[in-house]
């Protein structure tokens, strides 16, 4: 693989300043962005003065913790501008997440919200390793999802060729890369699985191709994917973290030299990790739910949003700013299977360290006798397999997953294809349990 790592001149300043500095600049930020809130948003208004507090009352950065979190109901209590602070001819852009669960949640930008927005991106895209008059094939999903267009906002910022291309048309995906020769790839870690599946059916070595670095997110993957992935297109693989509550992608990147973490960029997301339970401020290294707030975002101010996301702070190593270790998963994925806490990636990690299976796979929950259950769809890499090897893959998977997560769970070793694919964030759960 390539060596990426950018020159320390092309960096912002800011990306490699003391902590001092950037802790200055966040207080400065901080303090202007809850008086923002607080004085055009009627929600924030009602919302720290019933927790008794005022914009005022934040003197240090500590003085965060005493102001009330935000949660994803709120924005859909507020559907679709209510949380809005400008006036509505300032919008220059909105975006919305898919709203599978019912009312969908609106965001929106103004023209120096897009602008910020492009930065970070830029500068995520540079961590990856992408530099001016690189080609980018961006296979994150265009519309009023934030992954396509966030990305797109970014290369166009960093002097990038975007070919935007979004999610789906996988024939298309894999010609376009053999004919466009891009340097990288943006998509979701389960699309690119998907990818490589019809690069094999072409017949065509995805590690004889241009790319140098994919940079995946929009759902949990793991570091046994990473290498996974780096080893099947001969390429580095990158983590980019976001939320369209707190901007979309580009919130938090790895850097490709480093590849241990991504980078926050807390000169305009602030971040917190707090004990799910209790809501209070952990210290850095302790795991628990990430919580950020906005710094410079005029349109929709987001104040302590509470992301479901499950990490832990660290201090920085490429980059002054902090990293955020790799998410494992949302709270809301988490299974509580017979009073064992497992998320999804733990099930990955377990399949891709047994030899035999490809890595796709799926979760099905049910209770047939009461009793939840939890099954585990996967494929074998080679189709040709009788029923007996495929049993003795199953039951080495099952091993290793009572072995690590201490579960016991059923495995179907199914035909290739068989398990559904992704064009965009993987499903990973089917949940048919029915509450007795
Ligand atoms: O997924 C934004 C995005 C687009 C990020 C493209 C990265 C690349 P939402 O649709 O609002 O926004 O979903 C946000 O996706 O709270 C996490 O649960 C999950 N997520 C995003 N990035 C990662 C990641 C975009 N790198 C939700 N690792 C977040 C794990 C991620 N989970």
Not at 277 to 300: I, M, N, W, Y
């Amino acid at each position: 693989m390539k060596d990426l790592t950018p020159a320390r001149s092309s960096l912002d300043p800011i990306e490699i300043a003391s902590r001092d500095e950037i802790s200055a600049l966040q207080l400065d930020r901080l303090k202007w962005s809850l008086r923002h809130a607080y004085d055009n948003v009627a929600f924030y208004r009602k919302s720290f003065d019933e927790a008794k507090v005022h914009p005022d009352d934040l003197s240090s950065l500590d003085d965060l913790s005493k102001f009330p979190f935000t949660v994803k109901t709120d924005l859909r209590d507020n559907y679709p501008f209510g949380m809005c602070a400008v006036p509505r001819d300032q919008l220059a852009r909105v975006h919305a997440s898919s709203g599978t669960t019912g009312q969908p949640t609106v965001v929106g930008y103004t023209e120096n919200d897009l602008s910020h927005w492009g930065s970070v991106v830029a500068r995520s895209l540079r961590a990856a390793g992408l530099k001016r008059g690189d080609m980018l094939h961006n296979a994150y999903g265009y519309g009023l999802f934030t992954g396509g267009l966030g990305i797109h906002l970014g290369a166009d910022a960093l002097g990038v060729c975007t070919v935007p291309i979004s999610g789906g048309m996988t024939q298309r995906q894999v010609r376009l890369i053999e004919d466009f020769k891009p340097n990288g790839i943006t998509v979701t870690p389960s699309y690119a699985l998907s990818i490589l599946d019809e690069y094999a059916r072409q017949g065509i070595d995805p590690r004889q191709s241009s790319l140098d670095v994919g940079i995946f997110g929009a759902e949990p993957w793991t570091n046994a994917m990473r290498l996974e992935i780096e080893q099947a297109f001969d390429m580095h693989a990158v983590d980019i973290y976001g939320l369209s509550e707190i901007i979309g992608p580009g919130v938090s990147c790895e850097c490709v030299e480093t590849k241990d973490g991504l980078h926050i960029w807390e000169d305009h997301f602030y971040p917190e990790v707090i004990d799910p339970v209790t809501g209070r401020p952990v210290a850095d290294g302790e795991k628990g739910e990430l919580v950020f707030t906005s710094l410079t975002k005029e349109a929709f101010p987001i104040i302590r949003y509470r992301t479901r996301d499950l990490s832990r702070l660290l201090a920085g190593t490429a980059r002054t700013m902090r990293r955020m270790e790799k998410v494992t998963g949302r709270s809301d994925d988490m299974i509580i299977l017979r009073g064992v806490n497992v998320f999804p990636t733990q099930i990955e990690e377990a399949l891709m360290a047994t030899p035999g299976l490809a890595p796709h796979f799926q979760i099905h929950l049910d209770n047939p006798g009461r009793m939840d259950q939890l099954h585990v769809l996967c494929e074998c890499t080679d189709a040709s397999v009788g029923a007996d090897a495929r049993a003795a893959v199953a039951k080495s998977l099952a091993a290793r997953i009572k072995d690590t997560v201490g579960i016991s769970v059923t495995i179907d070793v199914v035909n290739q294809g068989a398990v559904a694919r992704s064009e965009g964030k993987a499903i990973r759960i089917i949940d048919k349990r029915t509450r007795h």
